[in-house]
């Protein structure tokens, strides 16, 4: 069975930052694209970030674009997401996901997720 795991995640004041990290050590991390959604209460699962197999592209929502930055480590078998500049709106429950679709909003119909590890801005 396959597990993505994430972590990172935390409380931090507005203007902060947060590192999350994922990884999947029963799959072939480096042949899949990778993305990050979030998901706050009472509101549909969004894309946050995708990056795609060999890093050749990456795609960000408005929201996050110019704060957040997404990067993979083949060699570790490691999914980041830098998140700077952190605001109020940005809280909700982070989670990694391997494959999907690439389109014009980075991935979606993605074939694995992980459990979600929460993310709380605020004074």
């Known amino acids: 069975q396959v597990q993505v795991m994430e972590c990172g995640g935390g409380s931090v004041q507005p203007g902060g930052s947060l590192r999350l990290s994922c990884s999947a050590p029963r799959l072939s991390f480096q042949h899949y694209a990778w993305g990050w959604f979030r998901q706050a209460p009472g509101q549909e699962r969004t894309m946050v970030a995708s990056?795609?197999?060999?890093?050749?592209?990456?795609y960000y929502s408005d929201s996050v674009k110019g704060r957040f930055t997404i990067s993979r480590d083949d060699t570790k078998n490691t999914l980041h997401l830098q998140m700077d500049s952190l605001e109020p709106g940005d809280s909700a429950m982070y989670f990694c996901a391997a494959g999907g679709s690439w389109g014009p909003r980075g991935l979606s119909g993605m074939d694995y997720w992980g459990k979600g590890t929460m993310v709380n801005i605020s004074s």
């Open positions: 990056v795609d197999w060999g890093s050749k592209r990456t």
